[in-house]
T-cell receptor, first 113, second 108 residues
């Protein structure tokens, strides 16, 4: 069964550094998402992306965050200047159409020191 | 805004049935998902309800009442591997918002 893949599985970075989290969504999917989950807390929506542009974003997704689909397969999340509170598991998800279930990747655990 | 409420924790016995409730308040409601999440893993899709009524899929069923802003997930013939968090998620436009999840403990 096709799956969403995320790299790296774990990233450690220093406060103030830039990180790029990478995702390869399922190939025929059209809608892409980033979520984060701080340890012990709920899965929080960050951003949705369709037709090469952001369709919705949350209050968390401020100017420090950006997303890109640089080619036909990758979908990236960039955090420009990481803060301690950005430490979380970041999940990429994709769906084939509006209203269809999200398929999640295994996540990237980001640790900011 | 939106609000999704579900119990924080539940305990049930292997072989039994458990019902996990979810209530929500949101404008622009477009459907409700249930996901399962084992500790340290990604959420996996269980069910999706758009219309009122019951959707059955093997040991799992999900019910929706749009007028009441209410859903439940019913798990039958519980197995130890069902120990996990169960996440209620509401779709509004292009956003799917998750509740805090219900941690289900299964006792032998």
């Amino acid at each position: 069964e096709p799956e969403v893949t995320q790299t790296p599985s774990h990233q450690v970075t220093q406060m103030g550094q830039e990180v790029i989290l990478r995702c390869v969504p399922i190939s025929n999917h059209l809608y892409f998402y980033w979520y984060r989950q701080i340890l012990g807390q709920k899965v929080e929506f960050l951003v949705s992306f369709y037709n090469n542009e952001i369709s919705e974003k949350s209050e968390i997704f401020d100017d420090q965050f950006s997303v890109e689909r640089p080619d036909g397969s990758n979908f990236t999340l960039k955090i420009r200047s990481t803060k301690l509170e950005d430490s979380a598991m970041y999940f990429c998800a994709s769906s084939e159409a509006e209203g269809r279930p999200l398929h999640f990747g295994n996540g990237t655990r980001l640790t900011v020191t | 805004g939106q609000n999704i409420d579900q119990p924080t924790e539940m305990t049930a016995t292997e072989g039994a049935i458990v019902q996990i409730n979810c209530t929500y308040q949101t404008s622009g409601f477009n459907g409700l998902f249930w996901y399962q999440q084992h500790a340290g893993e990604a959420p996996t899709f269980l069910s999706y309800n758009v219309l009122d009524g019951l959707e059955e899929k093997g040991r799992f069923s999900s019910f929706l009442s749009r007028s009441k802003g209410y859903s439940y997930l019913l798990l039958k013939e519980l197995q130890m591997k069902d120990s996990a968090s169960y996440l209620c998620a509401v779709r509004r436009d292009d956003k799917i918002i998750f509740g805090k999840g219900t941690r289900l403990h299964i006792l032998p």
